[in-house]
């Protein structure tokens, strides 16, 4: 049976940011003050540089599904849940970096770039500074992974609630980590294959961005099946907008803005429905040009221009562009048929449109 109490007014999306952010301090202070040693804080120190840095969209949307399943009273389990979840996208972007390589995350150093200059600066021998942080940067992972955990343990749930918020937390992990296998074994493989792009998005970024975080804030509340249900029907479709829309700031964006080098993608050669869209619809010696150029690790600005011409010409970039309406629209049909309280509703619909039309 749907709950039908009144619920809590969600608090703004900055709101929720602060209170969040206030919870992963207190939980850090009170691991560094009972580190075995001071050496810990290497590593802390550059968590917490990570923690302070980016949208906090997953732990907003925990929040606001607590609120769609008219959780009501005190939300500080809402508010250490979605803390935990914050954890985990760290460990999620640090595992990510090594993976892809990456200098630059959100405008800064990515975690091994981070820890190797620090390495070196407290006097270790440049020739070891790499390793050095790619090792550091794998525990660093680690540990974001091991304190999301408890973080969730112990956010005053109590044991039915988190009985049902547990699978739904563990089915989320083991859906980004396919998602993640799924891009690496896709990247670098310049296809017109659609539906496999949009497999990878659907389980890299749609369930775990959008859907299992609004699924596990409602399960804080103790929602029932329908509220699930439509935290899905909601969540999947703008979760995929949300991705597609990413997919286009990282070729076509500005770089100050999104905090991310433009030629990243193309230089690691990501198989995004972009791509495989261009890939499809070129001539043979456009089709030539892409396999030519993306997935050069040496790709400069010229040769980039070159492909973006190619992704304009074909039209891959428009039909993106009628996707992630579609899907956003679609996200919002869904949120006006949700058992939800008309508060929860207007956040949810504001995240979706600004979601979708973002810049950064």
């Not at 992990?173 to 296998?181: C, D, I, P, T």
């Not at 890299?204 to 439509?230: M, N």
Request: some cysteine.
């Amino acid at each position: 049976m749907t709950n039908t109490r009144p619920g809590t007014s969600p608090p703004s999306f900055s709101s929720v940011r602060h209170k969040v952010g206030a919870a992963l301090t207190g939980f850090l202070d009170a691991k560094d003050e009972a580190a075995p040693g001071t050496e810990l804080l290497y590593l802390t120190t550059t968590l917490r540089t990570f923690l302070t840095s980016g949208k906090r969209l997953r732990s907003v949307l925990c929040v606001y599904g607590w609120a769609a399943a008219r959780g009501d009273g005190e939300m500080t389990a809402a508010l250490r849940a979605a803390a935990s979840l914050e954890l985990f996208q760290v460990f999620a972007l640090v595992h990510d970096d090594v993976m892809d390589n990456s200098d630059v995350r959100r405008g800064r150093p990515s975690a091994h770039r981070a820890l190797a200059a620090a390495y070196t600066d407290s006097g270790g021998p440049h020739g070891r500074a790499e390793a050095h942080g790619l090792g550091a940067a794998v525990l660093l992972g680690d540990l974001a992974l091991v304190w999301s955990d408890e973080l969730l343990h112990t956010a005053g749930l109590d044991p039915s609630r988190l009985a049902q918020v547990v699978p739904l937390v563990a089915d989320m992990r083991s859906e980004v980590m396919y998602g993640q296998l799924l891009d690496l074994q896709t990247t670098g493989r310049l296809t017109g294959d659609i539906e496999t792009a949009l497999h990878v998005i659907r389980y890299k970024t749609a369930k775990y961005t959008v859907e299992r975080p609004l699924h596990i804030g409602a399960a804080v509340a103790g929602a029932a099946q329908p509220v699930l249900d439509a935290c899905t029907a909601f969540g999947i479709p703008l979760g995929e907008a949300f991705q597609l829309r990413d997919d286009l700031l990282g070729v076509f964006g500005d770089p100050a803005e999104t905090g991310k080098p433009i030629l990243d993608d193309l230089r690691e050669g990501k198989a995004t429905v972009l791509m495989a869209l261009a890939v499809q619809r070129a001539s043979p010696t456009e089709r030539k040009t892409l396999r030519g150029l993306v997935g050069r690790s040496d790709l400069d600005e010229d040769q980039a221009a070159e492909v973006r011409t190619i992704l304009e010409s074909t039209g891959a970039r428009g039909t993106v562009e009628e996707m992630i309406t579609e899907r956003r629209d679609a996200a919002l049909a869904a949120l006006d048929e949700a058992p939800f309280p008309e508060a929860a509703s207007a956040q949810l619909r504001r995240i979706a449109l600004a979601a979708t039309d973002r810049q950064t």
